[in-house]
Nanobody, 115 residues
Framework: QVHLVESGGGLVQAGGSLRLSCAAS????????MGWYRQAPGKQRELVAT???????NYADSVKGRFAIYRDSAKNTVNLQMNSLKPEDTAVYYC?????????WGQGTQVTVSS
């Protein structure tokens, strides 16, 4: 079994910053990729940022230049540094880890940005 624990969500004013963390534990095999997705009320879940085992990153256009994803391979963690937050960034953020080509999801953490 693989267990993902997310932390770092909360309430912040527009223009502020938050850092999300996701730690994977359990039967960890080769990690193919790690990433963050988000889902706002009434909307579909969308990709925010991903990072592969080789370190290649991919970002949604809406967060480029504001968010940064990075991982600690030794600790099986992935972090998302979010700067210059906007009210439209408000959502539940989910961590996803691909291990041996299987997708594992975290429970989600709420990020609320007030105007």
């Amino acid at each position: 079994q693989v267990h993902l624990v997310e932390s770092g969500g909360g309430l912040v004013q527009a223009g502020g910053s938050l850092r999300l963390s996701c730690a994977a534990s359990g039967s960890i095999g080769p990690i193919n990729a790690m990433g963050w997705y988000r889902q706002a009320p009434g909307k579909q879940r969308e990709l925010v940022a991903t990072i592969t085992s080789s370190g290649s990153t991919n970002y949604a256009d809406s967060v480029k230049g504001r968010f940064a994803i990075y991982r600690d391979s030794a600790k099986n963690t992935v972090n998302l540094q979010m700067n210059s937050l906007k009210p439209e960034d408000t959502a539940v953020y989910y961590c996803k880890v691909i291990i041996n080509l299987w997708n594992y999801w975290g429970q989600g953490t709420q990020v609320t940005v007030s105007s």
